[in-house]
């Protein structure tokens, strides 16, 4: 997820890295079971329909890429959902490649993967209202946690017949994985333990941006009246505007990379250039409510419900309705959900006995908000050691 700040500016500033000498890579272009499949993985597409008429497609990967290709080959297999941020995708957790990306190593070490994806990104659409409709916008994250997740989850125990899986989300992900429990505490029933890579649940630290953005220029309420009902930025666009502000070619000199590493953090080490413009190229459209809601939750230093809009009544989301054990991961130069911000969400759930562990997720200085899903050595740095804590979890925890 990447909340206000990154919303707005890499909209922006940094939506499609590209160059107008730039050779884009055709990863940018495939689909995200185009991209496992060429990856030497099985792949599967499961359909998903939630109960107020959003379809959303979940991308599988049953089996690592060594094991035996059998019908059965996933049956009674640990099945991890893996659930993107703000502005993403499933395919998030595949685009950097087999050594590096965390749907593929979860695949390797035996996992039955399922990459979610949440109302707004290409992967979704309505059973009524088409993507030109302004009423097929008006949701946030609220609703990713009331039905989106819990409709994934369903989804996951029919076709694999497990009463419960392990959860992973990233920024946003995470923030949609606390609404649902807020609003749906049941749903504990039915998870492991949940893995947070950069929780965004409070936001204090953006709350600069967002009066400016927000309460000053109302960029979201801007937009909308000159008809962009949705943050997505057409090609024709981002190949003029963007293409004389971008320079892949040396990233000290990318006025886009260092606008958003002035949002996310500076890591030029773990840019890889190679890979930046399939990166944005492949930025997803996302709702304006969401910006809207996290910019809500930082004015009023509350996770706090949509509840009658940006200046409706706070009313904070019930983080006691949390039962399952939860890991916080955070960056140690992530200056998006910052470390002080992540200590206070692991204070309460220390609270309630639910905070499994809180701690860096590498031990890599720079590591920023991106490098979570798009770092250079993210492989190295956070999935692999991320597997095995995830092990752990299963071992200690999946039996209850």
Known sequence: MSVVKLGLFLMVCMNLMLCESQVIRKEATMTVPQLITAAGYPTEKHRVRTTDGYNLQMHRIPTGRRTARRSDSSKGKRAVL??????GCSGDFVIMGPERSLGYLLADAGYD??????????????????RNNPEFWEYSFHEHGKYDIPAMIDKILNVTGLSKIMY?????????FFTMMAQRPEYNEKII???????????DNVRPLTDLFIKTLNVPATMRQRGLISMNLQQDFMNTVLGSLC???????DLCLQIAYTVVGDDYEQNDPMMSSVIMVRMQ???????????????????????????????????????VPVTLLYGLNDHLTEKNQIMRLAAVLNSTGMLEDVRPGCNWPKFNHLDFVFAKDVGKLLNKPLIKHINKLYERYSQS
Do not use: C
Not at 82 to 87: A, D, P, R, T
Not at 113 to 130: E, I, P
């Open 247 to 253: 320079n892949s070619r040396d990233p000290r000199l």
């Open 285 to 323: 459209p996302a709702s304006w409510r969401q910006l809207e809601h996290f910019a809500k939750i930082a004015m009023s230093s509350v996770f706090t419900s949509w509840e009658n809009g940006l200046y409706g009544d706070v009313k904070p989301y019930d983080l006691t309705n949390v039962k």
């Open 193 to 203: 333990a949940m893995v947070a890579l950069a929780p965004a649940v409070y936001l």
């Open 113 to 130: 993967v399922w990459l979610g994806n949440l109302r707004g990104n290409l992967y979704t659409s309505h059973q009524n209202m088409t």
């Open 82 to 87: 893996v659930v993107h941020g703000l502005l």
């Open 168 to 176: 992973v989300g990233y920024s946003m992900g995470t923030t949609s």
